[in-house]
């Protein structure tokens, strides 16, 4: 929902007009990290006119003073719902509140921009007023981005307390009842085994040998290097999809990927090199240009040969192909970190376990505590509940209490920000109220069914500095590997009991959610669906 459509839903519930007051102006004050807009009329302070009916809109009470004081109580279900409606409230007012900020810029803008006040100021005091307004407006827009997606998180929140609540009622009746006799007992049990089987547990299966990769699941862009690490006489070989190509750049700098084996004896074109632009083979020299033709035969008279080539694109600092027979997309989704990041490292790592078995591992944050007990979630404490909170229709939320936004991006992508101010234990703050942040991008792409190729980039919105510290990429590839480390025990574990049978997503629980959310996504890949779940 964006901020007019934000507008509108609030109009329909109390019509208003946009009537401007005159000579009002704004002043800012700042708690904590929102904006909070006072209006103050030509008089001497007061609220403007109240003919400016639209105002009375956003007159409304601050609701966390009638949060009920349960901080450190155990809250039986019908209070736990309270408290849920009123975050939902709170995120109610937060909202008015941005709207009124966006509104009441757009009249200081209109004031600015008045032929009056032009033949008054200088053309330099004008542009950085209006530079300054843009500033204010893109925060308030921004601020406005946050509000909704609180709505959406309390929303779900409602439902979920609202479903738990109904199975407590229906619970304590059917207990009620069956004091009073066996045969409404067993009424009230048969309703509520109805009421169960209306909502079914979702199961998983993913267990025994890792199947061949489904033609469907190709067809995607897949990102597979680092610009930095493909120079104009270099070349890098990878696996995707049990296959071997090898991706240099042409005679016009730009990337091309052909399949790894030379059409004459099958010898490893990666054992070669590149000579203006097309790559030669070490055993008699033919050479193939970025299309897969071959345009040298030493030695022989020319034929007309060519190997496989894929769709191959550079974009942002990533090269990307499409493996798939099916046409590529027209264009790539972006992976640069958000507005204000520095990319401090690149690292590439060949890591041998089945990519969805990785998948699995960086969507879940709950294990943390427990398995990073050396590195990054060294002294964290272990709370008393974990929860990923996420719209009813989307791949990506937040967690709670960690300060750690995330988002599995298809195919094979998460992309996570992380609050650093001590995190692990900033119970009650999300990343928007910390200071300093980290930006990490994972990509798991599936090299063969026991082998993943993960690309990591890690970026930083402070210490700029760092990136200009010599060998300061090796420490960050050192602390990347001591952490992958951690984990990489545990998944090669799984992978084990898996192949011999043992179903990995045997028992889903509510932390599991993104986890969850991505093998559905993945199974309506493989199955051919028409349209994917939580899609956008």
Known sequence: MTAIATATAISLSHPFSLCRSTKSYT??????SFGVFAVYGEEGGGMPDKKNSWLTLFNVEDPRTKVPQSKGKFLDANQALEVARCDLQYCDWRARQDVLTIMLLHEKVVEVLNPLA??????????????????????????????????????DKLAYMEELVNDRLLQERSTAESDCSSSSASTSTGLLDTVKSKQPRRTLNVSGPVQDYSSRLKNFWYPVAFSADLNDDTMLPIDCFEEPWVIFRGSDGKP???????????????????????????YHGWEYSTDGKCEKMPSTKFLNVKIKSLSCFEQEGMIWIWPGNDPPAATLPSLLPPSGFQIHAEIVMELPVEHGLLLDNLLDLAHAPFTHTSTFAKGWS??????????????EGYWDPYPIDMEFRPPCIVLSTIGISKPGKLE???????????????????????????????????????????????????????????????????????LNGANIWNLPVSYDKLGVRYRIWRDAVDSGAKQLPFSK
């Open 256 to 282: 091309g990927c052909v399949r790894n084996t030379c059409a004459h004896r099958a010898c490893p074109l990666d054992l070669g090199s590149v000579k203006e632009g097309r790559i030669q083979c070490p």
């Open 382 to 395: 272990v709370p008393s509940l974990v929860k990923f909170l996420t719209p009813a229709s989307g791949l």
């Open 428 to 498: 009650g703050q999300n990343t928007k109220q910390c200071s300093t942040h980290l930006h990490q991008l994972h990509v798991c792409l599936p090299a063969s069914r026991n082998k993943t190729r993960l690309l990591y980039r890690m970026s930083l919105d402070f210490a700029p500095l760092l990136k200009h510290i010599p060998f300061m990429q090796y420490v960050w590839r050192h602390f990347a590997e001591q952490v992958l480390n951690e984990d990489l025990r545990l998944v090669l574990g799984q992978q084990d009991r898996m």
């Open 118 to 155: 032009r033949d008054c100021k200088s053309i330099g005091t004008m542009k950085k007023e209006l530079a300054e307004l843009q500033d204010e407006l893109s925060q308030a827009h921004n601020q406005v981005h946050i509000s909704e997606a609180r709505v959406s998180a309390a929303l």
């Open 27 to 32: 002043r800012k004050f700042v708690k904590g």
